[in-house]
Structures are given as structure tokens and as C-alpha cells.
Nanobody
């Protein structure tokens, strides 16, 4: 059974940092790209970043790349999203997902986690 389990969300103040984790299990993901998405209430799910397991190739949404960093630990089958200088507009449910492609398109992701809530107060 494939599982992507996110953790690390919570309530923080503007300017704080958080590190989200996504633990992957149930299959080999070495040929997959792992992505982070987020969805705020009433808004479509949006791409944040993606990384591949083998080479560390990364891709970001331009508006987030200066504050967010995606990384992975292959030995732990875990992907991280380090978020710095958080703003109230970063409030959303953050999802981890897996795709065979390096893409921003949500429809190309085969596996999804259940999401973790991040709330940033002003």
C-alpha cells in the first residue's frame, strides 16, 4: 500500500519558519518526482516545488523559491519543505505528491498524502 504521510504543520506567527516532512512508503519512488502543493480555502490547489530522488533536481514556483526549499533524504524515503519568513498568505493545507514527471500539473501526480495544515497569524 502506497502511503505519503505529511507532518510538521501547525500554527505560527508571521516571520517564523516551519519544516514539513513527507514520509513515502509502499513502493519504490526512485523514478518519481516528489512535489509539494498547497490549497487555501476557496482556491485551487497550487504547485509549490518538486524534486527528484536521485539527482536532487528541483523546481519551484517563482513566488516561493526565495523562501521555500525542497530537499530529500533518500535513506529515510522522506522529502522536506523548509519554509522561512512565513506570511499569512502562506496559510493553506500542504500536500505531498508523487509523479513520474517533473511538472507543476496536479493531474500528473499519481499519489497524494492527506495534507498538513499550516496557519500563519499576522
Amino acid at each position: 500500500q502506497v502511503q505519503l504521510v505529511e507532518s510538521g504543520g501547525g500554527l505560527v506567527q508571521a516571520g517564523d519558519s516551519l519544516r514539513l516532512s513527507c514520509a513515502a512508503s509502499g513502493r519504490t519512488f526512485s523514478n518519481y518526482y516528489m512535489g509539494w502543493f498547497r490549497q487555501a480555502p476557496g482556491v485551487e490547489r497550487e504547485f509549490v516545488a518538486t524534486i527528484n530522488w536521485s539527482g536532487g533536481h528541483t523546481r519551484y514556483t517563482d513566488s516561493m523559491k526565495e523562501r521555500f526549499t525542497i530537499s530529500r533524504d533518500s535513506t529515510k524515503n522522506t522529502v522536506y519543505l523548509q519554509m522561512n519568513s512565513l506570511k499569512p498568505e502562506d496559510t493553506a493545507v500542504y500536500y505531498c505528491a508523487a509523479s513520474r514527471l517533473s511538472t507543476t500539473y496536479t493531474g500528473a501526480y499519481e499519489y497524494w498524502g492527506q495534507g498538513t495544515q499550516v496557519t500563519v497569524s499576522s
